[in-house]
């Protein structure tokens, strides 16, 4: 069972920087890729940003340049730095994990941190 505990929301004015982490503790398997995702109010979750198992990173248009996802192994813990908040990137961010082995694994879901960009 693997557990992942978000951190780093608030309220930050336009223009402004916050870093989200996700923390992964457990029986966490070989093959490890972390996406996150956000759900603004009136509105499906979207994706944002991927890591996969060797590091190739992905990103949502709208995002690309402002948001950078990043890993500390040691720690089992991912982070989103996000620049040049918009009031459009309000939402509640998730982070989710897919660990397995040999293609076969879980998914696994963070508890979800409020981000609002206003001034």
């Known amino acids: 069972q693997v557990h992942l505990v978000e951190s780093g929301g608030g309220l930050v004015q336009p223009g402004g920087s916050l870093r989200l982490s996700c923390a992964a503790s457990?029986?966490?398997?070989?093959?490890?890729?972390m996406g996150w995702y956000r759900q603004a109010p009136g509105h499906q979750r979207e994706w944002v940003a991927r890591?996969?198992?060797?590091?190739?990173?992905t990103y949502k248009d709208s995002v690309k340049g402002r948001f950078t996802i990043s890993k500390d192994t040691a720690r089992n813990t991912w982070y989103l730095q996000m620049n040049s908040l918009k009031p459009e990137d309000t939402a509640v961010y998730s982070c989710?994990?897919?660990?397995?082995?040999?293609?076969?694994?879980?998914?696994?879901w963070g508890q979800g941190t409020q981000v609002t960009v206003s001034s």
């Open positions: 890591m996969d198992n060797i590091g190739t990173i």
């Open positions: 457990g029986n966490l398997f070989s093959t490890n890729s």
């Open positions: 989710n994990l897919w660990s397995g082995h040999s293609g076969s694994g879980y998914n696994y």
